[in-house]
């Protein structure tokens, strides 16, 4: 009964899960891996909170077990008759090696996807190469400085260990990488709660007075406004420079021009033809075709700071 309730779990998460995907992401245009992945790390988060409760029923039922065990002990010990009670199986019931290799599985896939997995593919996503391998090592390079980081840590830690005379097995290998990473979530989780307990109630109270929620709203649009204004001045100065390096390729033949058409072939059309329609009333950018150099344009370092 309790693997058939497990299962059932398991399928609703699953179905939970595939619902909230294809609601907020087009399933049929995003790459396998990144659904994949995506998949991965909200099943195992949703699934936490069906089998939390149903460890917690199982921890009771066994120490109500373990409760009636002990006073029939003491009842034989101290020869007085013993009234058994009833303790009540969980629904879900299940094994203690089902339960455990459960959270295993839960816990080293959710390390894996934090620590490696996750930032990797951040990384990969940002990256401006235009080959897989390109985009690998620059994603390899962008998280360098943090797996150092956390290295050299870990490497104290270790020598710390060792200080204190404990054995470097598998085992207490195991127990201080668990302590290390808990120990960095629970400092993330004490800086944002000790945040949190301060401006969420100050943002409340402050969001009561009708005056200064009006003059929020007028800096925030004037902040969203000028933020805009800058974050189009830089995309229409790229764009330009782009399509100048297409030019100065236009007569070439080979993988420089055809990354040159890859990079201009990423802004959005309504956005060129606005660029371009400005472009024909007599705005004019300040890029000129024969500014820079053929040599230099066909070169990688310079398409991907592009």
């Known amino acids: ?100 290799s459960t959270w295993r599985v839960i816990y080293w896939l959710a390390q894996l996807l934090t620590w490696i997995v996750l930032p990797m593919m951040q990384s990969y996503s940002n990256a401006g190469d235009f080959t897989p391998t390109g985009k690998l090592k620059t994603a390899f390079y962008n998280n360098a400085a943090y797996y150092g980081t956390y290295g050299v840590i870990f490497v104290f830690l270790v020598f710390y260990a060792v200080g204190k005379g404990v054995s470097l097995s598998f085992e207490h290998l195991k127990i201080l990488l668990i302590s290390a990473s808990n120990t960095w979530g629970l400092f993330i989780l004490v800086v944002l709660l000790g945040y949190g307990l301060v401006e969420v109630p100050r943002q409340l109270w402050q969001m009561g007075n009708r005056e200064y929620r009006i003059n929020k709203a007028y800096f925030d649009i004037d902040k969203l406004s000028t933020d805009r204004n800058d974050a189009e001045e830089a995309v229409r100065e790229v764009y330009f420079e782009a399509k100048d390096a297409l030019n100065i390729l236009q007569n070439q033949r080979g993988l420089a021009r055809h990354k040159a058409q890859v990079i201009v072939s990423k802004f959005p059309s309504d956005f060129v033809d606005e660029l371009n329609q400005s472009k024909r009333s007599g705005a004019e950018h300040r890029f000129t075709s024969n500014s820079v150099d053929s040599n230099i344009v066909s070169n990688d370092k310079y398409l991907i700071s592009s």
């Open 1 to 100: 009964m309790g693997a058939v309730y497990l299962s059932l779990q398991l399928i609703l998460v699953f179905g939970l899960t595939v619902f909230l995907l294809n609601k907020y992401a087009n399933l049929r245009k995003q790459h396998l891996v990144v659904l994949a992945l995506t998949f991965i790390g909200w099943y195992f988060s949703f699934l936490i909170i069906f089998i939390l409760p149903l460890d917690i029923a199982i921890t009771f039922y066994r120490k109500c077990g373990f409760d009636q065990e002990v006073k029939h002990n003491e009842s034989l010990y101290n020869n007085v008759s013993f009234e058994p009670f009833e303790c009540e199986e969980p629904k879900g019931y299940i094994s203690d090696n089902t339960l455990l």
